[in-house]
C-alpha cells in the first residue's frame, strides 16, 4: 500500500512538472499558473519524501544495500 502511494505521488509530481511546462510555454507572462503548478510539485515532492522516510522508519521499505 506504502508503495503504490509514493509511486502515485511520483506521477502526480511528473505530470505537475509537465503542466508547468506547458504553462510556462503557452501562457502570458501575467498568469500565476506557472507559480502554482511549482508550488505544487514542491508540495508532492515534500510528502513524497515524507513517505519514503516513514516507510523506513517503520520498517515497510527495507534497503538490501550491501554498504
Known amino acids: 500500500m ?6 502515485l ?3 502526480a509530481t511528473v ?5 508547468g511546462l506547458f504553462f510556462l510555454v503557452k501562457d502570458d ?3 500565476k499558473r506557472l507559480v ?3 508550488t505544487v510539485r514542491v ?11 516513514w516507510g523506513f522508519f517503520s520498517g ?3 534497503s538490501s ?3
Open 43 to 53: 508540495g508532492l515532492a515534500v510528502i513524497t519524501l515524507a513517505l519514503i522516510t
Open 36 to 38: 502554482h503548478a511549482l
Open 29 to 31: 507572462a501575467h498568469s
Open 60 to 62: 515497510q521499505l527495507v
Open 15 to 19: 505530470a505537475s512538472l509537465f503542466s
Open 9 to 11: 505521488m511520483l506521477l
Open 2 to 7: 506504502l508503495k503504490a502511494a509514493i509511486v
Open 65 to 67: 544495500a550491501p554498504w
